[in-house]
């Protein structure tokens, strides 16, 4: 046996292990350093005979210990002579016939070792139980590794984890003892040769006679071993009892094992078969120790491996309390974490108890606020009603006032005036209201449309692509095919080719240009005929759904342009809206038509192969093709591979668009321009009707103020005869207001005039197109909307004249508001034609002239008496005056 090898050579223990090895492996040094110094050759001196170890025994431990790997004769010859004396002895000849050899076996099975002897004894044992001490840094080391405890309280390992390379675990460690095996022979021929376990050559005992001085010899060497085997376990100190023990049986049995083999061997050659005997006596009695020793080792197995129930429980229980640990902390910062929660959910109840608290006080002072604004409201209201009721007492009171004045001062274009004004108002809501419906049901019609239009758009441009995709894939298969039979004859020669075994492979060529050629057919015939004639009919369609829509859109670009004429912004953005279409219209039909060179390619590919085809064809019928033939097919079909990939560079592009956006970033950019210009399209559209409203409400109200004041210059007053000197101070006031109002007349009927006309022009084609739709449909009155826009019209110019008439009989000289071509402009030159030839204007303008003679005699008169007046009261105030002088006297 040999000592335990263990990992930890490096601590002291392992030092002691290696320091006795080294003694053990030494093997009787005092012996071999005799045999060195006695020369063999001559006999022994009769005073060292008994102090030598038997001869057989010491050749056969020196031929074990320096047995070579390779026989002598087997080596090349040598050159020298070889010394005397040092050849080993003869092998005796019992041991070369087979038959005597298996006689004397037992000699060979349990030959001499240097190593041990015994059987394989290998055992475990734990390194953290050293000289039966317990290591407790090693069972359970220090909490350095520890996991780290985290400010939420989760549990984060730092230790690494590997893979070990044994399942083993590290604490323990393996000892070795490897038994001896028994030795073989094998005839060699010339001779028989004996091996051990490691292919060494060894000697065979010798089976000459015994003399007694050999037995004497060989019980004081055994006594002298078995003393100094004592003498050296005490000096031998191992890691565990355990290798204490095996190192004294080790030892022991390695005596027993070399003596025993020795008397063996002497019995044996005086009488084999007490030999025999004594040799299966030996082997029991090995047995009986191996068993022993097996025994004490499955006693040891038991008590490591309770040991390590032990250490691992240790482990467990020093682990558990770790986390018992780890779990106190986490339990400490819940606690904490609870407490403070606790807190604020006292807090926050306090809060909201103040809160409710704060709600029920603001609850009562609304409700208090309600009671007191109900209180109020109900007051208003009544006020509000007695008010209305003192209104309307007062208005049909000034009503009957205004008639009686009217009538008594013949004041009836005044109550024209008020009529026209009345009337335009109606009529101008009334279109501004149609307007602001029909712009809202065009728009909803034109987000309609325009989503009709990129479905179909979307629609017709994939099913482009995907006839594109189905093209690509076609041709890749043909260039696939066309490369692999090109790789096929570059490989083989004419001859290979047109031999017997790859006839067959050459005649699936054909079959495949065929093929491909067909393929080639199909997607040349998609760029003409009704192929052709169903994609262009389909965007067709797509071409005519958006010109709807564009004219929708022309409509209400139409309706909204600004009264100096301009159209607005979004009709620009629709113009380039416009262009981007007609290029992307552009790019579909060629790329629909192949103008961008697949329907050039296609046709030449489509001859090419025809004629490949018949080459092929005709190398089948006549295998005497030649050379130049051969090279001209391969050019043709690199020229083919050429044409193949532009073909499939260009599928799906538009060259003559390489430089700008095409394709699918086109589309795209329109359908993003499309959704904008509809968003602008709304906010036109609102802020436009809001335009128009507004502007309708500031002509309104100076429209009735005007004529307020006119009312007021109009009607004479019949001044108080106390009020008799403020008469110069009226006649100025009353001169600078009638100035006042002209001025305000010229600008509000220009104003007017410029209004009516805009609200007509954006009206003037929804008015004739609702007029067509309603004579189709043969409903009444279909021309009513018309009429009431030329109304309108007519009413604004009546107020304008009439105002003009009245303006006139106050300055007592024509004054006309519009110059000829703003009447143009408001009622077209039919309309104003027929205005200066009508009989009825005439006679207004010759009543207004009778009128304003009229007044002017008034005036005459108002002022003789009004002369009158201030004389007398001239005379009255220097009466009264000098009268006032005297009574002071």
């Not at 210990?65 to 080993?88: Q, V, Y």
């Not at 204490?244 to 094992?257: A, C, D, R, S």
């Not at 004529?707 to 106390?722: A, E, H, K, Y």
Request: contains cysteine.
């Amino acid at each position: 046996m040999s000592l335990p090898k263990t990992p930890s050579a490096s601590t002291p223990e392992g030092k002691n292990l290696k320091i006795s090895a080294s003694k053990e492996e030494t093997g009787l040094p005092e012996l071999k350093e005799k045999k060195i110094l006695v020369d063999r050759s001559k006999p022994l001196p009769t005073s060292l005979q008994n102090e030598f170890i038997p001869e057989e025994v010491l050749l056969s431990l020196t031929n074990a210990a320096n047995a070579g790997p390779c026989p002598e004769n087997l080596l090349p010859p040598k050159k020298i002579k070889t010394p005397k004396g040092t050849l080993p002895r003869s092998v005796d000849h019992v041991w070369h016939n087979p038959v005597r050899r298996n006689k004397f076996k037992f000699l060979i099975d349990h030959p001499v070792s240097l190593t041990g002897a015994g059987r394989d004894i290998s055992f475990l044992y734990d390194v953290k139980y050293v000289k039966g001490e317990t290591r407790e840094s090693a069972v359970c080391p220090p909490r350095t590794h520890h996991a780290l405890q985290s400010r939420d309280g989760v549990i984060v390992p730092h230790k690494p984890k590997k893979l070990t390379d044994t399942l083993i675990p590290e604490e323990f460690h393996i000892v070795s003892n490897t038994g001896v095996s028994g030795l073989e022979c094998f005839d060699d021929k010339y001779t028989t040769l004996l091996t051990d376990s490691e292919n060494r050559l060894l000697l065979f005992p010798s089976m000459k006679p015994n003399k007694r001085i050999e037995v004497v010899q060989l019980n004081d060497v055994m006594d002298t071993m078995l003393e100094r085997a004592g003498v050296e376990n005490q000096e031998y100190i191992g890691p565990t009892k355990m290798h204490k023990l095996l190192h004294i049986l080790k030892k022991e049995q390695t005596i027993y094992n070399t003596v025993f083999h020795e008397l063996i061997r002497q019995v044996s050659v005086d009488c084999a078969d007490r030999g025999e005997l004594l040799s299966k006596i030996r082997e029991r009695y090995v047995q009986m120790l191996d068993q022993i020793a097996r025994q004490m080792i499955d006693f040891y197995k038991d008590m490591v491996t309770q040991r390590m129930m032990d250490q691992r429980i240790l482990e467990e229980l020093y682990n558990f309390k770790n986390v018992i640990e780890e779990l106190t902390r986490e339990l400490c910062l819940v606690r904490a974490h609870d407490i403070k929660l606790t807190k604020e959910a006292e807090k926050a109840h306090r809060d909201l108890a103040q809160a409710l608290l704060d709600a029920e006080k603001n609850a009562r002072i609304v409700e208090e606020y309600h009671d007191l604004y109900t209180l109020q409201r109900e007051r208003m209201e009544s006020d509000i009603k007695q008010l209305m009721a003192e209104r309307d007492i007062w208005s049909s009171a000034t009503y009957e006032l205004s008639v009686k004045v009217i009538e008594r001062n013949k004041v009836l274009l005044a109550k024209r005036l008020y009529l026209n004004e009345k009337s335009w108002n109606n009529y101008t809501k009334h279109f501004i209201v149609l307007l602001s419906s029909k712009d809202t049901s065009d728009l909803a019609l034109l987000q309609k449309l325009t989503q009709k239009w990129r479905n179909l758009v979307n629609k017709f441009q994939q099913e482009v692509e995907r006839n594109e995709e189905a093209t690509r894939e076609r041709l890749q298969s043909v260039k696939d095919g066309l490369v692999k039979w090109q790789q096929f004859f570059r490989n083989n020669t004419e001859k290979d080719i047109l031999s017997s075994h790859k006839q067959k492979t050459l005649e699936s060529v054909v079959p495949d240009f065929k093929q491909w050629l067909m393929m080639l057919i199909e997607d040349r015939d998609k760029f003409s005929g009704d192929l052709l004639v169903s994609k262009y009919d389909s965007l067709k369609i797509i071409k005519r759904l958006q010109e709807n829509w564009t004219d929708i859109g022309l409509g209400i670009f139409g309706r909204h342009k600004s009264m100096e004429g301009n159209i607005p912004p979004e009709q620009k953005l629709m113009e380039e809206i416009l262009k981007n279409i007609a290029r992307l219209y552009k790019e579909f039909e060629i790329r629909i038509n192949g103008d961008n060179g697949t329907s050039k390619i296609l046709p030449t590919l489509i001859s090419s192969f025809e004629f490949c085809s018949f080459k092929l064809e005709s190398l089948l019928e006549f295998p005497d093709l030649l050379l130049e033939e051969w090279e001209g097919l391969n050019e043709k079909i690199n020229e083919m591979k050429s044409q193949l990939d532009s073909s499939l560079y260009i599928i799906g592009t538009v060259p003559q668009y390489i430089d700008m956006d095409s394709g699918l970033e086109l589309q795209t950019h329109i359908f993003n321009m499309i959704q904008q210009w509809l968003l602008k399209i709304g906010g036109e559209i609102n802020n436009g009707n809001m335009e128009l409203q507004r502007q309708m409400d500031e002509l309104h109200i100076p429209m009735i103020q005007w004529m307020v004041n006119l009312l007021i210059l109009m009607i004479p007053d019949f001044p108080d005869p106390d009020t008799l000197i403020n008469l110069e101070n009226s006649a100025e006031k009353h001169d600078v207001g009638i100035a006042k109002l002209e001025l305000d007349a010229m600008a509000l009927a220009k104003k007017l005039s410029q209004y009516s006309s805009y609200l007509s022009s954006c009206c003037k084609e929804l008015v004739v197109a609702m007029a067509v739709n309603k004579a189709s449909r043969l409903e009444k009155n279909p021309d009513k909307e018309l009429n009431e826009l030329e109304k309108m019209k007519r009413e604004c110019y009546d107020w304008i004249t009439t105002s003009s008439y009245l303006l006139s009989g106050l300055k007592g000289r024509k004054i006309q508001l519009l110059t000829d071509e703003e009447k143009q402009q408001l009622l077209g030159e039919e309309d104003s034609l027929k205005e200066l030839s009508d009989p009825e204007a005439r006679k207004i303008h010759k009543d207004i002239e009778e009128n304003m003679e009229d007044k002017k005699l008034e005036k005459e008169k108002k002022e003789e008496s009004e002369e009158e007046v201030r004389l007398f009261s001239t005379i009255s105030f220097s009466f009264i005056f000098l009268k006032k002088i005297m009574n002071i006297y």
